[in-house]
């Protein structure tokens, strides 16, 4: 059984920057990323992120968000910067062996426990 150990949440206000990691505890993911769900809301991909480095994104983060990993370290990050309210949510990890084209289909493959983003304006 993985595990993803996520850390870097926290509270911070509009136009602030946090930094998310995600460990794994054992490598040969093909896609790993980031998605989020707030209250009242469905789980939404906000990041997703191939063994060779393609990225995809949300079109509400596009431009604010990097995805990167170290494969390595079994490890990918997510730097958000230009922080909105609005991306208050728990955000949580994800890693499988399916392509990143299937992480906006499907919520599949491994999870974190999450970590709280909070977003003050």
């Known amino acids: 059984q993985v595990q993803l150990v996520e850390s870097g949440g926290g509270l911070v206000q509009a136009g602030g920057s946090l930094r998310l990691s995600c460990a794994a505890s054992?490598?040969?993911?093909?896609?790993m990323g980031w998605y989020r769900q707030a209250p009242g809301k469905q789980r939404e991909l906000v990041a997703g992120i191939s063994i060779g480095g393609i990225t995809n994104y949300a079109d509400s983060v596009k431009g604010r968000f990097t995805i990167s990993r170290d494969n390595a370290k079994n490890t990918v990050y997510l730097q958000m910067d230009s922080l909105k309210p609005e991306d208050t949510a728990v955000y949580y990890c994800?890693?499988?062996?399916?392509?990143?084209?299937?992480?906006?289909?499907?919520?599949?493959?491994?999870w974190g426990p999450g970590t709280q983003v909070t977003v003050s304006s």
């Open positions: 994800n890693a499988r062996s399916g392509t990143i084209a299937t992480m906006t289909r499907t919520l599949s493959g491994s």
């Open positions: 054992r490598s040969t993911f093909n896609a």
